[in-house]
């Protein structure tokens, strides 16, 4: 916490004052009898008036920084696509010399911490074979674990990540879960967050004689795909990719590829500037139809079978039309981590950052991820065995 | 030339008038123009006086005046005004036939040499009325500023008025935005009148006249902004002879030509031109490639009697060039154009027109500089505005007037994912007003109401746009003046931009968003002004200003299908006070302003970043001898609101990294700001100096000015990088020299 003070001039205006004093009394022709009289009680009075304000607002010292903050900083994103969850916990903290990457610097990490997922109890149909009886599921208690990882990001002060940590855990869809987070010298944070429930994802026949015999149809050829999504859902993003196989070293490996569904120049379907989605608010309707154009998958396909892969054996085995459901805590975030900031100025807009109960930061929401696979035929045009 | 047909039916085009029963009755009335003798120039605000009597009247901006409703009989009449000699003459009124009597006034400095001119011509109207104050260029000479002088950085001088930097000349008026103030040049509306950086405005002090500023409850015929008007009158060129002026300082030279044209007509033209950017880089403090330019020009025709024709164009351009790829580069320009007459059509009702227009444009290039995107923005609007006063009787008179516009707004960016946009809109701007003076005894009514057609023909909300402007003065015992004002206002035009950026060198000019009601505020002030002892003058006010309606940034967007603005309320209020004292040679003037501004947006209420508490400016003129004037001037003010930092947070960025393991990904640190504006920034206080002495050399005045500013180098908190924890003061101990020879 580096204080910057304002330097300290009380030592010249003093002669500045008194250069006001000059100017007031001396540079002008001075009046005789009474008129001299108010004419010095004049000057006397304005000087007086100047060096009582210079005085009360000099030496004002001058911290661009408040007291640190001691609120949690929690970031908890629960998803069905996975067995291990993970809650990041850690405290606001101060920079050394303005740099919160310097060397110095600590992410404060809350080691001591209690992180626990609460299931809420609910009723389930359909137990010992018949559809109308419901049971009653009660809610779990998930401690988890504190645990050190390295991180993925390298940049900024490369120090380990500690992370609370619970495997064989998988939440659901339509579920609720409770983050609650306890530190002895942070306080309190804690937020739930329903995850969607599952949507519906088709594809047309149209569209499925276009993924099984690209080179017969147009580029600007549509393949649509038809969701009906979670309702009062916040925001979604689907992604199509490409599941293929290929011998590298001798071993077959799998591998995937996301296809564009648009580009900086969508009438060339080239790959160069493509553009991927991303997440997107939910407007009026739940129902949605998605196109991607033949021209990109088949820009893709080109790319690995000619370029990437020319003379490689590849498999082309599937494509892979994937959701994502973000709940509304976790649309927020993100929406906020998408607004603009001035880094420059002082006066910044309140920064954007999304809180917990408890007076915390971060986020404490979930996603669900479902996929919708077609298998591509053993014939496929590109395949090259 | 009067009481003919045309004039008659344009009256009646102009205002849809209803002229008071009585006008044309068989009464007498002494009516004509106050004009300078030697060059032809109108003169404004001149007292005449029908000697003997209570009655008398005052010349309007075009130096027309009129006695009304007069019995016939001889009477001597006198015309006065600071600087001028007063004169007087005699007429004859017989019933039924009014006189033109016009007046001819000497310069005092002119006619008799030990003279000293001081003090400043004052019209009547800013004795009764609130929030107004009027500058002329006399006024804004004095003030001491960097390099030239100028007539916005003049106007911080005024209470209310408050600037959050030494290099802008923009302002912000009793808690109101930047793009609150409309500036009006002969009527034309200049939408970025500053030049780069905002050291000079566009605005010549050398072609002024004077200024009018309304801070508040501004009367009917203006409207469209909800804070200020700065209503700019420029001077007519000499009709005597050709005169030429030139002047060289450190960062720019200009020279202005003025002389008569044809028979009863002037002209004038001024034109500045930057020299060097190295000035501007030792004022802020880095290096910045500026260049700029402003051109005026005026012809205005006398052809006799009362009527009066000018045409007045101006053009400004500016260049922020940087040879730097990362740097963008910034040009903007404005041209503007009025042609304006005033006439008497018929028996007590003055006419006067304009027609005017005015573009202004911007771009900004990123080139590849990061964190900013290319821009740019147009404003065009071309214009009709008539006004008519009708003298209805020895007090009281009406006014009636309408305005149409054309406004086409163009704003085109390309925002931060890269796609570019194009916002353009173009609305129909028709407003028509009424407006009643009178005067009863000790008490002055002004009443009026301005229709902001447009949106009410479009359906939208009637009392939003039936605009009151209600004024009320009494004069009390020993001379004090208690006066109340009240008026409704609504703005459909704002800039884009971050409201808490340091500085905007590139603000683009949009229609209020449909999804948001206009812009609304209602200003209430009342006041008292008078004497508080034989040499000092006190005017005290106090206001209230509801923002009833507000376009705000929509925090919490985070999608394009987002608005970007929201509805938002505010409301500001304040204690006003104005001191004026001569003394012998000595001026003094001091102003004093206690205020709160307070913006709600989506449940939060913050002060904006140019709330200032207290803020005081003392000035003291001195003109010991003739041809040389010194002057004092001291600006202390409270310290501006900003957020403090309360630490850093490590945030996951959540770039295409879902699905996946988002919490090892990406992750930016994030600075965690305390509540919003609730700390406040180190006091401002500065003391500046100026000295200025002129003489005839070889037939050609000679002026020497030297200024200094921040005498004694106050280091005042311009802004604070917190990316690298520097503090970026204000201007230093800054002295220039001007040297300006006039023939």
Redesign the interface.
């Known amino acids: 916490m ?1 204080p ?1 003070r ?2 300290c ?1 009380c030592g ?2 003093p ?2 004052i008194g ?2 004093h000059f ?2 009394t001396c ?3 001075l ?1 005789t009898g009474r ?1 001299a009289t ?2 010095k009680g ?1 000057s006397t009075l ?1 000087c007086g ?2 060096a009582l ?2 005085s009360l ?1 000099c030496n ?3 911290d ?6 001691q609120h949690l ?1 929690v ?1 908890a ?1 629960l ?1 069905t ?1 996975r067995s291990t969850q ?1 809650v ?1 916990v ?1 405290a ?4 050394i ?2 740099d ?2 310097g060397k110095y ?1 600590s ?1 404060n990490s809350v080691t001591n911490a209690s992180v626990d997922i609460r299931t809420q109890p609910y009723y389930e149909l359909g137990h010992y074979s018949n559809p109308n009886y419901a049971y009653y599921v009660p809610g779990r208690l998930i401690s988890l674990r504190d645990t050190v ?1 390295v ?3 390298l ?2 002060n490369g120090l380990p ?1 500690h ?1 609370y940590a619970t495997t064989g855990f998988t939440p659901e869809h339509g579920k609720l879960y409770g983050v609650y987070v306890a530190s002895p010298a942070h306080g309190l944070a804690s937020g739930s967050v329903r995850l969607p429930t599952k949507p519906t994802i088709s594809i047309p026949w149209s569209s499925i004689d276009v993924v099984n015999h690209p080179p017969s149809y147009e580029p600007s050829a549509s393949i649509n795909f038809v969701l009906t999504l979670a309702d009062s859902l916040k ?1 979604y ?1 689907s992604r199509l990719y490409l599941d293929y196989e290929v011998v590298q070293a001798g071993e077959w490996v799998s591998a995937r590829v996301e296809v564009p569904i648009s580009s900086a120049d969508p009438a060339s379907y080239t790959l160069a500037s493509p553009i ?1 989605p ?4 939910c ?1 009026a309707t739940n129902n949605l139809r998605v196109t991607y154009k033949n021209g990109y998958l088949r820009s893709v396909i080109r790319q690995l079978a000619d370029v990437v892969h020319g003379s490689e054996k590849i498999v082309f085995d599937r494509v892979v039309f ?1 959701v ?1 459901q ?1 709940d509304p805590n976790l ?10 900031r ?12 999304t809180r917990l109960a408890g007076g915390g ?2 986020v404490i929401g979930g ?1 669900t ?1 479902d996929s919708l696979v077609y298998p591509l035929s053993e014939n496929f045009y590109a395949n090259r065995r | 030339m009067r009481s003919n047909a045309p004039y008659r039916l344009i009256l009646a085009v102009a205002g849809g008038l209803v002229i008071p029963s009585g006008l044309n009755a068989q009464t007498c009335d002494i009516y004509g123009v106050v004009t300078d003798s030697l060059t032809r120039q109108r003169i404004p605000s001149a007292n005449i006086t029908l000697l003997g009597t209570t009655r008398g009247a005052a010349s309007n901006n075009v130096g027309f005046y009129i006695i009304p409703k007069l019995p016939s009989g001889n009477y001597e009449v006198s015309a006065s005004v600071m600087g001028y000699t007063k004169v007087t003459k005699r007429v004859v009124l017989r019933e039924g036939r009014s006189i033109e009597l016009n007046f001819e006034l000497q310069a005092a400095e002119i006619l008799e040499r030990e003279v000293v001119v001081s003090g400043s011509r004052r019209p009547v109207h800013t004795e009764s009325a609130v929030s107004v104050h009027v500058l002329d260029q006399q006024d804004i000479r004095t003030i001491p500023v960097a390099a030239q002088q100028d007539l916005l950085q003049a106007l911080k001088i005024l209470p209310g008025i408050v600037s959050t930097s030494d290099v802008s000349s923009r302002f912000y008026v009793r808690g109101g935005a930047g793009d609150q103030n409309l500036f009006l040049l002969n009527g034309t509306r200049i939408y970025y009148p500053f030049h780069a950086l905002g050291i000079y405005s566009v605005f010549n002090p050398n072609i002024v006249e004077n200024v009018e500023v309304y801070t508040g409850a501004f009367p009917p015929g203006y409207g469209g902004r909800l804070s200020s008007v700065v209503n700019i009158t420029t001077r007519d060129g000499r009709a005597d002879r050709i005169s030429a002026r030139t002047s060289l300082n450190f960062l720019s030279g200009e020279a202005l030509l003025e002389g008569p044209a044809f028979e009863n007509s002037s002209w004038l033209v001024n034109f500045r031109k930057s020299l060097s950017s190295k000035t501007f880089s030792t004022i802020i403090g880095q290096h910045v490639p500026v260049s700029f330019y402003d051109g005026t020009a005026k012809i205005s025709f006398q052809p006799g009697g009362v009527r009066k024709f000018d045409l007045t164009i101006l053009s400004s351009g500016d260049n922020l060039l940087s040879s730097s790829p990362i740097e963008p580069d910034y040009h903007w320009q404005n041209n503007a154009f009025s042609l304006a007459g005033s006439y008497l059509p018929t028996n007590r009702v003055f006419v006067q027109w304009l027609v005017h227009g005015s573009s202004y444009s911007a771009d900004r290039n990123a080139k590849q500089a990061t ?1 900013v995107t290319s821009q740019s923005t147009s404003v065009s609007h071309f214009g009709l505005r008539a006004t008519a006063t009708a003298y209805a009787g020895p007090k009281d008179q009406y006014d009636f007037g309408f305005e149409f516009g054309t406004p086409l707004l163009d704003f085109k960016f390309t925002n ?1 994912l890269g796609i570019p946009a194009d916002l353009q809109s173009s609305f129909v701007d028709v407003s028509a007003w009424a407006r009643y003076q009178v005067q009863k005894e000790r008490t002055h009514l002004d009443l009026g109401i301005q229709a902001e057609l447009a949106p009410l023909l479009a359906g939208e909300g009637l009392l939003n746009e039936l605009q009151p402007r209600l004024g009320l003065s009494y004069e009390l015992n020993g001379g004090w003046i208690a006066k109340a004002s009240y008026g409704r206002f609504t703005q459909r035009m704002l800039t884009v931009g ?5 500085i905007s060198i590139f603000e683009g000019w949009i229609e209020v968003p449909s999804n948001v009601p206009l812009q609304r505020a209602d200003h209430f002030i009342v006041g008292l002004s008078g004497n508080v002892a034989p040499m000092i003058s006190l005017n005290a006010e106090t206001y209230y200003k509801s923002y009833g309606s507000l376009v705000v ?1 929509n ?5 394009i ?2 608005p970007d603005y929201v509805q938002g309320t505010g409301d500001s209020y304040g204690v006003e006070l104005v001191a004026r ?1 001569k ?4 001026d ?1 003037y001091g102003t004093y302003t206690l205020s709160w501004a307070w913006i709600k947006n989506q449940g ?1 209420t913050y002060s904006p ?1 140019f709330d200032r508490r207290h803020h ?1 400016n ?1 000035m ?1 003129v ?1 003109r ?2 003739k041809g040389l004037s ?1 002057t ?1 001037k ?1 600006e ?1 003010g409270s ?18 990294s ?2 996946g ?7 930016e ?6 509540p ?2 609730t ?1 406040r ?3 401002y ?1 500065r ?1 500046d ?1 100026s000295l200025a002495y002129s003489a005839m050399l070889f037939g050609l005045e000679f002026s020497l000015g030297i200024d200094i500013l921040n ?5 005042n ?1 311009f ?7 520097s ?1 970026i003061n204000m201007l230093p101990f800054y002295p220039s020299v001007t040297l300006t020879v006039t023939y």
Do not use: C
């Not at chain 2, 640190?669 to 305390?674: K, R």
């Open positions: 580096l910057v304002q330097a001039h010249i205006r002669v500045w250069a006001v100017f007031l540079t002008v022709r009046p008129d108010l004419h004049f304005v008036i100047s304000l210079l607002s004002q010292p001058f661009a920084n408040g007291p640190v903050d900083v970031f994103i998803s696509d993970f990041r850690t606001p903290f101060q920079a010399a303005f919160p990457s610097s992410d990882l991180r993925d990001d940049n900024g990540l992370v925001g993003v991927y991303a997440i997107t608010q407007l994937m994502l973000v649309y927020s975030y993100y929406s906020t981590t998408q607004l603009e001035d880094p420059r100025s002082i006066r910044l807009d309140q920064p954007p950052v930061y971060g996603y991820l | 964190g931060r971050n409201e808490d950026d340091v940034y925090w919490n967007k985070g999608n299908a987002d004292s003394y012998a040679w000595m003094f939060l970043r005081i003392l003291a001195a010991p001898i010194a004092l001291w202390f310290g501006f609101p900003y957020s403090q930092s309360i630490g850093y947070m490590e945030r996951p960025s959540l770039e295409n879902l699905p393991r988002f919490e090892f990904g990406k992750a640190y994030l600075i965690l700001m305390g919003k504006n700390a920034l180190p006091a206080h003391l100096a005498v004694y180098n106050n280091e908190i802004y604070f990088d917190r990316s690298t924890g503090r």
